[in-house]
C-alpha cells in the first residue's frame, strides 16, 4: 500500500523529513530581507495591532473606535458599507439593503468628522479598507487632518487604493481599469509631495485569498499586481527610490501554518528583486512592508468557538513570519458582524502572542529550519512561474482583462471545495467531528433603519452647505477628469465644500464611463 502523499494547499509536496537546506547567509534587515525588514524585528517594537471595524453609522462606528482603543489597540483599520466602495451616497436606490451593513457608512466630510471625533488624527494611524472611491476617502481624511489643525506632512496611515484585484477577485470596481489606473497615480503623485508619510497604496493578496486562491496564487498575482503599479509610477515620471517607500502589501494568513510562513519570507524577497530589477537602490524602497488579517473564509458558522483556535494558530503564523500589522478576525464573523466581546478576545490573542509565548524575543526562530527554508524555496519558484507567465501577457492588467487570474483562481477554489466535499480535507466541525447543536446563539445585527438615518444626514447637509460652491467645485473636477491635471486637490476642495461621496463619484462615472 502506497504511503498517502501530503501536499500544502498550493499543491507542494511535504516530505517525511528534511535534512539539509540552502545555507542562511544574510542577516534580518539587509537585501533580500527574507528574515525580515529590520535588524531586530519585534525586540525593537511590536507590529501594529490594527483591528479592522465599522459598520452601521459614523456615530456608532466611533464608539467601537473608542472601545478598542481603550482595550489597546494601536492603530485603527476603517471597514466601509458597500455604497461607499462603489461610489452611492446611502440615498442612492442602489444603496438600499446594503446601508451600513458591511461597514460604516459614509456619504460626506461630515460623518468623518463624526467617525473621528475625540481621536487626533496626529496622534494614530488609520488605515482605510477603500478602493474605487479611495481618492474621495483619502480627500476627507486630509480635510478633517486640516480642520483639526494637523500637520499633513507628519500624519500616516494607509489607503488600500488596489483596484486591480477588485476586477480579479472581489467586484468593487466603477471606472474602466485605465481610468482607475489614474486616480491611482495621482494619488501616489499628490500624496509624495504634500502627506509624505501616507501609504498611499496597499497591495492587496487578501481578497485574492478569500475568493479561493492557493498561497502560491496569492503571492503571484499580488506581487504581479504590484509590479504593474510601480511601472505605472515610472511612466508617470516618480522616483522609484521615494514612492516604492510608501507601497505597502496587505496578505492573508491561513490554516496550513508553515506554508503562511514560508509565503511571507519568499514574499519579501521576492519584492526586493522586482524593485531593485525596476531601478530602486534604495534599500527601503526594495522592503516590503505588510498587514495581515487571519482567514475570514477559514471561520465556520458550525461550532464557532473554533475559529478562537483558527485565528490564534494563524495570528502566530503571521507573527513568525514577520508581519508588520496584525488584525485577529472575530470568532463569530461567519454568522455575524463581530460582537463586542468577540472583538475583545480577537484583540487578545494578539497581545497574548506578543507578551506571553516568547516567540517575540529572538529575530526570526525558525530561520535555518530544514523545512522551512526548503518550503519558503519551494513557494518563491512556485509564484515566480506564475509571475513570468503574466509578464508574457503583458501585465497584470493583460492578464485580468483576459480572465486568466480570475480563472485560476476559480479553479484552485472549486479543487478545495471538492476535497471538502469528499473528505480528503478536513474541516473540524464541518465534515468531521460535527454535532448537532453549536451553543453560539448571540450575534450582532445591523438594522436597515440605519438608511433613513443616512438618508435625513444627507437632506439636512444639501439644505445647509452652499450649494452653489459645492456646484462650481464638481464643475472643475468635471473640466479636470477630461484633460490630464492631477485630481487630488480639486477632489479636497469638493470634499470640503461638503459634496457628497456619490456626487464626486457621479462627476467620474460621467467622464470615465463604467466598467
Known amino acids: 500500500m502506497s504511503e498517502k502523499k501530503h501536499t500544502t494547499t ?153 483596484i486591480l484585484k477588485e476586477y480579479a477577485a472581489r467586484g468593487t470596481y466603477i471606472y474602466p481599469p485605465k481610468q482607475s489606473m489614474r486616480l491611482i497615480t495621482d494619488i501616489f503623485e499628490f500624496c509624495s509631495k504634500e502627506v509624505p508619510k501616507w501609504n498611499t497604496i496597499s497591495i492587496s493578496g487578501y481578497h485574492i485569498r478569500e475568493a479561493g486562491s492557493t498561497a502560491v496564487q496569492e503571492l503571484a498575482f499580488t506581487l504581479a499586481n504590484g509590479k504593474t503599479y510601480l511601472k505605472a509610477a515610472l511612466d508617470k515620471g516618480l522616483d522609484i527610490n521615494v514612492f516604492a517607500k510608501r507601497l505597502s502589501f496587505f496578505f492573508n494568513c491561513h490554516n496550513n501554518f508553515f506554508e503562511e510562513i514560508a509565503k511571507f519570507r519568499a514574499a519579501r524577497r521576492m519584492w526586493a528583486k522586482i524593485t531593485k530589477d525596476l531601478g530602486a537602490t534604495d534599500e527601503k524602497a526594495q522592503m516590503l512592508r505588510f498587514h495581515t488579517q ?40 461567519a454568522l455575524s458582524l463581530p460582537t463586542e466581546s468577540a472583538a475583545k478576545i480577537a484583540l487578545r490573542t494578539q497581545q497574548i502572542i506578543a507578551f506571553e509565548s516568547g516567540v517575540t524575543d529572538t529575530v526570526d526562530p525558525l530561520a535555518g529550519s530544514f523545512f522551512v527554508e526548503s518550503l519558503t524555496d519551494e513557494v518563491e519558484a512556485a509564484a515566480w512561474a506564475y ?47 460535527t454535532q448537532a447543536e453549536e451553543g453560539l446563539t448571540e450575534v450582532f445585527n445591523v438594522d436597515d433603519s440605519i438608511r433613513k438615518l443616512q438618508s435625513e444626514k444627507l437632506e439636512h447637509l444639501k439644505t445647509t452647505r452652499d450649494n452653489d460652491a459645492v456646484e462650481k467645485a464638481l464643475q472643475r473636477l468635471h473640466e479636470a477628469a477630461k484633460g490630464e491635471d492631477n485630481l487630488m486637490p480639486l477632489i479636497i476642495d469638493a470634499v470640503e465644500k461638503y459634496a457628497t461621496l456619490g456626487e464626486i463619484a457621479d462627476v467620474f462615472r460621467s467622464t470615465f464611463g463604467v466598467y
Open 387 to 433: 509571475i513570468d507567465r503574466i509578464d508574457v501577457m503583458g501585465g497584470s492588467v493583460n492578464a485580468i482583462e483576459s480572465d486568466y487570474m480570475q480563472n485560476e483562481i476559480a479553479g484552485a477554489s472549486y479543487q478545495y471545495q471538492k476535497e471538502i466535499e469528499n473528505g480528503e480535507r478536513i474541516s473540524v466541525g464541518v465534515n468531521k467531528f
Open 10 to 162: 498550493s499543491g507542494i509536496e511535504i516530505k517525511a523529513l528534511y535534512t539539509k537546506a540552502k545555507a542562511m547567509e544574510e542577516l534580518p534587515g539587509e537585501f533580500p530581507f527574507t528574515r525580515g525588514i529590520q535588524k531586530d524585528m519585534y525586540r525593537g517594537r511590536l507590529w501594529t495591532m490594527r483591528q479592522y471595524a465599522g459598520f452601521s453609522t459614523a456615530e456608532e462606528s466611533n464608539k467601537r473606535y473608542h472601545y478598542l482603543l481603550a482595550q489597546g489597540t494601536t492603530g485603527l483599520s476603517v471597514a466601509f458599507d458597500l455604497p461607499t466602495q462603489i461610489g452611492y451616497d446611502s440615498d442612492h436606490e442602489m444603496a438600499d439593503g446594503e446601508v451600513g451593513k458591511v461597514g460604516v457608512a459614509i456619504d460626506s466630510l461630515k460623518d468623518i468628522e463624526i467617525l473621528f471625533d475625540g481621536i487626533e488624527l496626529k496622534d494614530i494611524t488609520t488605515s482605510m479598507t477603500i478602493n474605487a472611491t479611495a481618492s474621495i476617502l483619502l480627500a476627507m481624511y486630509i480635510a478633517l487632518a486640516k480642520k483639526q489643525g494637523a500637520d499633513l506632512k507628519q500624519i500616516s496611515g494607509t489607503i488600500q487604493n488596489d
Open 294 to 333: 487571519t482567514g475570514g473564509s477559514t471561520l465556520t458558522a458550525q461550532q464557532p468557538l473554533n475559529n478562537v483556535i483558527r485565528v490564534s494558530n494563524q495570528a502566530m503564523a503571521a507573527v513568525l513570519g514577520g508581519t508588520q500589522s496584525l488584525h485577529t478576525n472575530g470568532y463569530d464573523e
